[in-house]
Every structure is written in structure tokens, then in C-alpha cells.
T-cell receptor, first 112, second 111 residues
């Protein structure tokens, strides 16, 4: 029972480089989310996908793009990384927000 | 807008001590309330939840009661263990696709 799988677990980028964070869930959930976690700020929503084929901006979408490839997969892309994007990124999925979320183990990204 | 405020940490306790982590929220309508736990190097895990006023969520010895009159959802445990050392997040969802998380409270339990 894998749940939510994120890759990679760690990544170091140079300013201006691009990369895609991958996320896949095997629970047949409709909704998927990308959060970033920064010290003292809790989790902030970057983008979410209510269902396959739809995506919407969250609280901090600038500098990011997403793709809901199919029901299982939801990727996050940084087109031109900046040091301010150094963070831990979490993907989550849910079958309705009131049921709570299942989180992946995170990607620790450092932009130098 | 919706918001969650939880007590700042870190909280340091001795094993078998009582734990209370305060959480208050601001939200319209009838939100659902959650506590998540994050162990070192891991993602968040749902610990417990409550979906309506006066409901009590419980799991692994932890409890929290949905108090609409005080807009609070404080996390309690009667006797903590070293293995409870983690970061605890309070969260609120008003029925849409956005859950708001508190800043987290780090708990250290000493043997």
C-alpha cells in the first residue's frame, strides 16, 4: 500500500534551472494538492486539482506550473528556479477535503 | 479569510506528562477540523478529525473536541511517550478544496 509517492526525495538546483517534481497516488482519489513547507509558516497551498483535467491556483502559485497527467499523477514544475523556492514540497491526495489528506514523504529542494 | 492559530513551540515534556496544544480557528460556515502529525523526515499523517460541533476526535491516546462557541480544537493526551515527539499541525477545511494549516507545534518528550 504505497499511498502517495513523490520523487525525487532531495534535489539541489542552480538559480535559473528547471525541474519537475513527480507525484503519484494509488488510492483512486479525485483531488490532489501541492504544498510547500517553510519554517514557522506551516504549509502553504501552491496548486490543486479537484479532479482529473482541472487545476487551480492556491495561495502561492507564482513561479510554478502543474499538470494533472491522469487521475493518478500530478506534477509540479519550476521553470526557472529561484533561491526563494528553497523549501520542502509535499504532494497530497484526498477523496473530499472533509475526509482529510494523505501526504507523500516530501521533496527537499535547495536552490543555490 | 480562514485562518488557524496554534501555540508556538517547542513544547518540552517529560515522559508520562499531560499534553495540551492549543488551536483556535477563524472560518465561515461549518468547518471540519483536523490534527496532523509529522515525524522527522516524513510527510504529515492525519491524527484525528471532527466534522461538527461537540464532536470528539480520538486516535492513539490523543483527543480533541470541536468547540464552536470558542472556535477551538485543542489537542490533548493524558500521558505522553518519547515516541510522541513530532510536529503537530492543526488544520481547518470549510468544505472546499483548500485546507488551511497552522504553523505547527514541535513537541519534545524526554525519557
Amino acid at each position: 500500500n504505497a499511498g502517495v509517492t513523490q520523487t525525487p526525495k532531495f534535489q539541489v538546483l542552480k538559480t535559473g534551472q528547471s525541474m519537475t517534481l513527480q507525484c503519484a497516488q494509488d488510492m483512486n482519489h479525485n483531488s490532489m494538492y501541492w504544498y510547500r513547507q517553510d519554517p514557522g509558516m506551516g504549509l502553504r497551498l501552491i496548486y490543486y486539482s479537484a479532479s482529473e483535467g482541472t487545476t487551480d491556483k492556491g495561495e502561492v502559485p507564482n513561479g510554478y506550473n502543474v499538470s494533472r497527467l491522469n487521475k493518478r499523477e500530478f506534477s509540479l514544475r519550476l521553470e526557472s528556479a529561484a533561491p526563494s523556492q528553497t523549501s520542502v514540497y509535499f504532494c497530497a491526495s484526498s477523496e473530499g477535503g472533509v475526509r482529510g489528506y494523505t501526504f507523500g514523504s516530501g521533496t527537499r529542494l535547495t536552490v543555490v | 479569510g480562514d485562518s488557524v492559530t496554534q501555540m508556538e513551540g517547542p513544547v518540552t515534556l517529560s515522559e508520562e506528562a499531560c499534553l495540551t496544544i492549543n488551536c483556535t480557528y477563524t472560518a465561515t460556515g461549518y468547518p471540519s477540523l483536523f490534527w496532523y502529525v509529522q515525524y522527522p523526515g516524513e510527510g504529515l499523517q492525519l491524527l484525528l478529525k471532527a466534522t461538527k460541533a461537540d464532536d470528539k476526535g480520538s486516535n492513539k491516546g490523543f483527543e480533541a473536541t470541536y468547540r464552536k462557541e470558542t472556535t477551538s480544537f485543542h489537542l490533548e493526551k493524558g500521558s505522553v511517550q518519547v515516541s510522541d515527539s513530532a510536529v503537530y499541525f492543526c488544520a481547518v477545511n470549510t468544505g472546499g478544496f483548500k485546507t488551511i494549516f497552522g504553523a505547527g507545534t514541535r513537541l519534545f518528550v524526554k525519557a
